[in-house]
């Protein structure tokens, strides 16, 4: 029994070092971003830029401003745009529409500044998530019901009457933030770093084999895919960068499970937002899995084409 607790305080010690670095470099991406979307959006400027865009979102079904959702969630996590949500008349159907978009390039210069990190392109990471944004708006335009009922959307919109009011808002908010991502980015270390010790993660990569391979990914890719799914491509990421720091997964396999994490992550907690009031889980969960399959396949063919050119 001591030598078990020995072994589980040593590597969960061993693991606290490189949480607090990868927790830092996560926050000094974070915050100055999170500062700068909320006096842009204080300001009004988020709203003046989303006015730009309405013409496109009138060709994929959505009104125009609907613009506001998406712009906003492209900065911000989902709570922002669903909060958005509560200002506009949308039915159901334009809600789906709006929230599979979302959920594929919310938080995006954050995350895409992570995926540049564990070794991805931030362009193509950045396109990739941009186009199939509007790809599966398109698709879900054309297959969706016309009529689909409403949705009910319990949260509402803060509008701050001063500055201070909203950088008061905003410094408790990321007060939370901070205190989230370092019990989080520890935890999943820690959990990582015991998974090693106790070869649990030699027996996930087995038990997942055959589903990472349906996915055109590697078996060492298990874990990394699976926290990606449940607690999202953030921390996902931060502990891609691991593996690949410490070599445990070669970077072209980091690679490929970062083109599918783009498009799909966060299976658990960003769908149940969106579910909670109304949007149906299938049309939200399905097109992200099979577009996120579909291009690991696509950049899995290119490369062996290209190699077989060389």
Not at 14 to 21: G, V
Not at 208 to 230: A, E, K, Y
Not at 254 to 263: C, D, F, T
């Amino acid at each position: 029994m001591n030598k078990i607790t020995n072994r589980l305080y040593t590597s969960s010690v061993q693991a606290l070092p490189k949480a607090r670095q990868t927790t830092w470099w996560l926050l000094k991406i974070i915050i100055p971003i999170s500062l700068l979307v909320s006096l842009l959006q204080y300001w009004g400027i988020i709203a003046q830029f989303a006015s730009l865009l309405a013409p496109a979102f009138s060709l994929i079904g959505l009104p125009g401003e609907s613009a506001i959702v998406f712009i906003s969630s492209f900065f911000l996590p989902l709570y922002a745009p669903i909060a958005i949500l509560a200002t506009l008349t949308l039915n159901l159907r334009e809600i789906t529409i709006l929230a599979l978009m979302c959920l594929i390039s919310h938080n995006m210069i954050v995350e895409t500044a992570i995926q540049k990190k564990t070794g991805s392109s931030a362009f193509v990471m950045f396109t990739l998530r941009l186009c199939f944004s509007f790809i599966a708006a398109i698709i879900l335009n054309w297959l969706l019901p016309t009529q689909m009922g409403s949705a009910g959307v319990a949260q509402t919109l803060t509008k701050f009457a001063t500055i201070g009011e909203m950088l008061s808002s905003w410094l408790v908010g990321t007060g939370w933030l901070v205190f989230k991502i370092a019990l989080i980015v520890t935890g999943l270390m820690m959990l990582q770093s015991i998974m090693k010790e106790f070869k649990i993660l030699d027996f996930l990569a087995k038990l997942l084999s055959p589903f990472m391979r349906i996915m055109g990914l590697s078996d060492n890719s298990s874990f990394l895919w699976f926290v990606s799914q449940t607690l999202g491509l953030t921390y996902g990421s931060a502990i891609v960068l691991e593996a690949v720091e410490k070599n445990e997964i070669e970077a072209e396999n980091a690679n490929l499970l970062n083109y599918h994490i783009a498009i799909n992550h966060s299976l658990l907690e960003d769908t149940l937002l969106f579910v909670a009031i109304g949007v149906p889980a299938a049309w939200l969960v399905i097109p992200r899995f099979g577009f996120a399959i579909g291009v690991v396949w696509f950049v899995r063919l290119m490369m062996k084409f290209t190699s077989a050119r060389k």
